[in-house]
């Protein structure tokens, strides 16, 4: 079973920056891509930004695009978050998402992480 496991959440000033970490720790699975949503109290979880594994293409969602870097450690199947520039609307908890396989031929499955809080103090 893949854990994945956050850090680097908490309390910052806008316009101040945090960075996201998130890893796998199943090392000998096969990632097919990696990202972060994010919720707050009475909302839906929206995705913020993912990176396939192959090819490293990225997607951000607008309200980030510019602000938001992800960035991945293929070695130690780590995928990170860069944010800078924040703002109160980003405060929310943010998980992390997987989406591995078992073996080249298996289906891939979803994996979660438990959630960091990242509160913007304005």
């Known amino acids: 079973q893949v854990q994945l496991v956050e850090s680097g959440g908490g309390l910052v000033q806008a316009g101040g920056s945090l960075r996201l970490s998130c890893a796998a720790s199943?090392?000998?699975?096969?990632?097919?891509?990696m990202g972060w949503f994010r919720q707050v109290p009475g909302k839906e979880r929206e995705l913020v930004a993912r990176m396939t594994w192959n090819g490293g293409s990225t997607y951000y969602a607008d309200s980030v695009k510019g602000r938001f870097t992800i960035s991945r450690d293929n070695a130690e199947n780590t995928v990170y978050l860069q944010m800078n520039s924040l703002k109160s609307e980003d405060t929310a908890v943010y998980y992390c998402?997987?989406?591995?396989?078992?073996?080249?031929?298996?289906?891939?499955?979803?994996?979660w992480g438990t959630g960091t809080q990242v509160t913007v103090s304005s």
């Open positions: 998402q997987a989406l591995m396989k078992s073996s080249r031929f298996s289906v891939p499955n979803t994996y």
């Open positions: 199943e090392r000998t699975f096969i990632t097919v891509r």
